[in-house]
C-alpha cells in the first residue's frame, strides 16, 4: 500500500496498529499505538484505601493507597474499548513496603510484551510481561524513593477482548530509583 495523506482526523475504535513483518520467516507482529488514553471521556471517582478494590471500566479511580497495607486491585472485564486509570493520590509513605496487586478478572490477561518501569540496584530498568501473565505489582521499599508516587497514572486499555495493554506515567521525582513493578501468572 502506498502513503496515504488524511486532511481531518483519524478515526478509529479498536486503536491503531504498527505491524513489523519478518523478512526470514514472514511472520507478522503487531504493535498498538496510544497506549495513553484521552482522559476527556472518562469519570473520576476516589476511593479509600481497601485491601481489596474492584475497578470500574472507564473511569479514573484515585487511589490513596500507601504502602502501608497490601492493597488487591481487580479491573473488570477486558472488552474493547474499555480503559482503566489508576490514579495515584498519596506518596506511597517510608516504612511502607506492602503490596499493590493489580490482577485480571477471569481469563483475561496482558498482553504479552507489556513493558513496565521497575527498579534495581537504584536504577530505572523495565518488566516485560510474557504470555498468559495476569498480574502486576508493584512493591515498595522502606524510602522516600518510590518511582509510585503522588501524580503516577497506570493506564489499561483494551483493543482486544480479553488482553489489557498496559502504560504508565511513573517517577515524577529526580530521586524515584526504588520499588518494583512486575508482571506475574
Known amino acids: 500500500m502506498a502513503n496515504t ?5 483519524v478515526r478509529a475504535q479498536k486503536g491503531f496498529q504498527q505491524i513489523n513483518k519478518a523478512t526470514n520467516t514472514g511472520v507478522v507482529t503487531s504493535r498498538f499505538l ?13 476511593v479509600g ?4 478494590l474492584t475497578y470500574t471500566a472507564n473511569v479514573i479511580t484515585i487511589n490513596d493507597y500507601t504502602g502501608a497495607a497490601a492493597q488487591a486491585v481487580t479491573l473488570p472485564a477486558a472488552t474493547v ?3 482503566v486509570v489508576h490514579l495515584q493520590s498519596k506518596d506511597v509513605a517510608n516504612a ?10 477471569g481469563s483475561d490477561v496482558f498482553r504479552t510484551g507489556s513493558k513496565i518501569e521497575t527498579t534495581s540496584g ?5 518488566d516485560t510481561s510474557i504470555a498468559d501473565e495476569t498480574k502486576m505489582t508493584y512493591t515498595p521499599v ?21 488482553i489489557w495493554n ?3 506515567d511513573l517517577g515524577k521525582y529526580t530521586t524515584a530509583t526504588a520499588g518494583t513493578f512486575l508482571f506475574s501468572a
Open 49 to 52: 484505601t481497601g485491601a481489596t
Open 81 to 83: 474499548g474499555t480503559i
Open 34 to 46: 496510544g497506549m495513553k488514553p484521552d482522559l476527556t471521556s472518562l469519570t473520576a471517582t476516589a
Open 142 to 162: 522502606n524510602a522516600a524513593t518510590n518511582i509510585f508516587s503522588t501524580g503516577c497514572y497506570v493506564y489499561f486499555t483494551c483493543f482486544e477482548k480479553g
Open 122 to 126: 537504584a536504577e530505572v530498568t523495565i
Open 166 to 168: 498496559v502504560a504508565s
Open 5 to 9: 495523506t488524511f486532511n481531518g482526523p
Open 96 to 105: 511502607a513496603v506492602a503490596a499493590l496487586s493489580f490482577d485480571c478478572a
